[in-house]
């Protein structure tokens, strides 16, 4: 079966300090990795999606990357980090065996940025 | 454009009360649609799915249909528990993009004894 992972599960950063947000699938091949943000209370916004290895769509400008230089491997980064970048950072993963596959989400990292 | 749009919450429910959570969408085409479950501090999980007009989803009591001619996949539940507390999410993907997920901003439920 598949499973996704994430890490670490909480963070906690200075402003202006950098960041590695790393998630892992396993039990599947060259799936669609997402990456999605979710502030508190409040719903899901779509930062990165890659559809292949090396394939990086952004969805939002911001100081924010993803690079995902393995099939099963998807990481956000930052170089210096801004308070309003606190947030639950979601990571989801998506098979493309047939076309109306759901997306299946990791554990989520809490970040919060002091 | 393509979106979905959930009814505010939170609802507050006593237990073994019904539940009703409204969704309608609007989207290019014939979307499949879903409804997702976020327990406290954790990710989103699928809790059902429906890929065609009239389709009935259906998991743990819970249950949504296709409605074409409405634009709508309302999630109900015809007696809710303390444990179905959660924020519960609709999503749409439509045929031209399946890469991409589109997601209602979430609605709060609270299921007090």
């Known amino acids: 079966s598949q499973t996704i992972h994430q890490w670490p599960a909480t963070l906690v950063q200075p402003v202006g300090s950098p960041l590695s947000l790393e998630c892992t699938v396993e039990g599947t091949s060259n799936p669609n990795l997402y990456w999605y943000r979710q502030a508190a209370g409040r719903g899901l916004q779509l930062l990165f999606y890659s559809v292949g290895i090396g394939q990086i769509s952004s969805e939002v400008p911001q100081n924010l990357s993803a690079s995902r230089p393995q099939d099963r491997q998807f990481i956000l980064s930052s170089k210096k980090l801004l308070l309003s970048d606190s947030g639950f950072y979601l990571c989801?993963?998506?098979?493309?065996?047939?076309?109306?596959?759901?997306?299946?989400f990791g554990d989520g990292t809490r970040l919060s940025i002091l | 454009g393509n979106s979905v749009t959930q009814m505010e919450g939170p609802v507050t429910l006593s237990e073994e009360a019904f539940l009703t959570i409204n969704c309608t969408y609007t989207?290019?085409?014939?979307?499949?649609l879903f409804w997702y479950v976020q327990y406290p501090g954790e990710g989103l999980q699928l809790l059902l799915k429906a890929t065609k007009a009239d389709d009935k989803g259906s998991n743990k009591g819970f249950e949504a249909t296709y409605r074409k001619e409405t634009t709508s996949f309302h999630l109900e539940k015809g007696s809710v528990q303390v444990s179905d507390s959660a924020v519960y999410f609709c999503a749409l993907i439509i045929p031209i993009n399946f890469n991409k997920f589109y997601f209602g901003s979430g609605t709060k439920l609270n299921v007090k004894p």
């Open positions: 989801a993963w998506r098979g493309k065996e047939y076309s109306n596959q759901p997306q299946h």
């Open positions: 989207a290019t085409g014939y979307p499949s």
